[in-house]
């Protein structure tokens, strides 16, 4: 399965954008997805998970009530939807499966990563 990321930009704080992963076969439904970014000079860190059904759904504390999960496995798609963004979110997002936690299992497959960068 190969996951293609797209959606990112530049936007002013305060503003919102929206992500897609997309996947290149319907096995991803049965998994995890989560969204994933690094910023500059740091560590790739968790951002948010949703269930291969869609019914559960958590976040980091950063973006807690900011960002919103949720996927369409008729179109093998993921989305995030980030509002009120601040210049601290710019990284680079990446998707990716299967996910347990915050963490990628064994032999994960990841998205190209989307840039995302929020001005001030």
């Known amino acids: 399965v190969q996951l293609q990321a797209s959606g990112g930009g530049l936007v002013q704080a305060g503003g919102s954008l929206r992500l897609s992963c997309v996947a290149s076969?319907?096995?991803?439904?049965?998994?995890?997805l989560g969204w994933f970014r690094q910023a500059p000079g740091k560590e790739r860190e968790f951002v948010a998970a949703i269930s291969g059904s869609g019914g559960i759904t958590y976040y980091a504390d950063s973006v807690k009530g900011r960002f919103t999960v949720s996927r369409d496995n008729a179109k093998n798609t993921v989305y995030l939807q980030m509002s009120s963004l601040k210049p601290e979110d710019t990284a680079i997002y990446y998707c990716a499966f299967p996910v347990r936690g915050t963490t990628v299992t064994s032999d994960p497959r990841w998205g190209q990563g989307t840039q995302v960068t929020v001005s001030s």
């Open positions: 076969d319907r096995s991803f439904t049965d998994f995890y």
